[in-house]
């Protein structure tokens, strides 16, 4: 004869019933952090999405959620603040345009004054400047910008990893992109008719790599005050100068091409630059030391630099591809100088 069974103690009942009640839960009710209940909030001016402003829709976002834009044209202004990893994704930066508001100046805000945000990323639209300012990046934490058209000034303060990638950043009456006490990365931009290109100042830290930077008024990169900046593999061409080191900066430029602008490199005796395995070939000087008046300084040049011709494949249609007899093949550790890799035969 088998054993009696025994009855389960009442508080073990209740932890399975409250158990099987929690199972029970549907997916969406669940909380983010498990990976599930993750949504897609949909934005539609014509009342197809889940709401008609975005900013309704960035507010209810939770952690994980993506709020995606159907294209039109927006005029709207965004700001995303006390929000962690929430994507804010358009239908594709020809078919998305931020416009922003008559009362408000600039378009696209992430962080705000002392809130923040943490892993944010926004991707596929086109942003117009409006008073001047196109996007701010604030007090935050992991901001991510990418496929994005910027028309107008991009700026960021006090922003730690931030990553700028493949966007295309132009039309501002002051600087491209500003970064202020930031950490970031600026990487495979095309960054376009600025009075300066890209300005580097206070405390920042900021890897500068891979990007065309062409028809600034003045230098396509300027490093200031006390800031740290690696330039390498850029392609900075027809601008005013290439880059600026000036006040206590501390630099690295390496791998670049710096050609067919006014000024190559102008350095102050103050910042600290270690310049190696670069192309210049630019109209006036080379090299320039900052002063009352600046004046040439071809001492500076180092020894691994290359002088003359890049030879890009058509310069003045702004294709500034390398051609294949370019000098500027396996350089140092380099496979080529510059932003862009050589143009095939059959391309050029």
């Not at 932890?15 to 009710?29: D, K, T, Y």
């Not at 999405?49 to 994980?64: L, N, P, R, Y």
């Not at 804010?88 to 100046?105: P, T």
């Not at 003045?316 to 095939?344: E, I, K, N, Q």
Request: charged share 20%; hydrophobic share 40%; proline share 5%.
């Amino acid at each position: 004869m088998g054993a009696p069974v025994r009855p389960y103690p009442m508080r073990i009942i209740a932890f399975m019933i409250v158990f099987l009640a929690v199972a029970g839960v549907s997916s969406a009710e669940r909380s983010p952090d498990t990976g599930q209940g993750i949504r897609t909030i949909v934005v539609a001016l014509d009342g197809s999405g889940d709401f008609t402003s975005i900013q309704e829709a960035v507010d209810s976002a939770k952690k994980g959620d993506t709020v995606f834009l159907k294209p039109g044209a927006y005029r709207q202004d965004v700001t995303v603040h006390s929000k962690e990893r929430v994507k804010l994704v358009g239908a594709g930066r020809d078919q998305v345009v931020l416009l922003g508001r008559e009362d408000i100046v600039g378009v696209l805000h992430v962080g705000k004054w002392p809130y923040g945000a943490t892993d944010v990323e926004i991707s596929d639209m086109t942003i117009n400047e409006h008073g001047g300012h196109a996007v701010g990046l604030f007090n935050g934490r992991g901001v991510t910008l990418k496929r994005l058209t910027v028309n107008g000034m991009l700026f960021s303060q006090q922003v730690q990893d931030a990553r700028i990638e493949d966007c295309t950043i132009g039309g501002s009456e002051t600087t491209g992109v500003q970064f202020a006490d930031t950490q970031a990365v600026l990487v495979a931009n095309f960054i376009h008719d600025n009075d300066h290109g890209v300005n580097v100042a206070g405390k920042s830290d900021v890897r500068i790599e891979r990007n065309v930077i062409t028809r600034s008024l003045f230098e396509a990169v300027v490093v200031n005050d006390k800031a740290k900046a690696v330039v390498i593999s850029n392609t900075l061409v027809k601008n005013g100068g290439g880059a600026a080191f000036l006040g206590q900066s501390q630099s690295e430029a390496t791998g670049n091409v710096v050609g067919l602008n006014r000024i190559g490199f102008l350095i102050a005796p103050s910042s600290r630059v270690h310049a190696s395995y670069n192309s210049l070939y630019n109209a006036e000087h080379d090299y320039m030391q900052a002063g009352n008046p600046n004046h040439p300084a071809p001492e500076l040049k180092a020894q691994s630099d290359i002088m003359g011709d890049p030879y890009f494949v058509d310069p003045g249609r702004d294709d500034f591809r390398l051609r294949g007899d370019t000098p500027l093949l396996r350089v140092g550790t380099f496979p080529f100088l510059g932003a862009l890799p050589p143009a095939s035969k059959s391309s050029q």
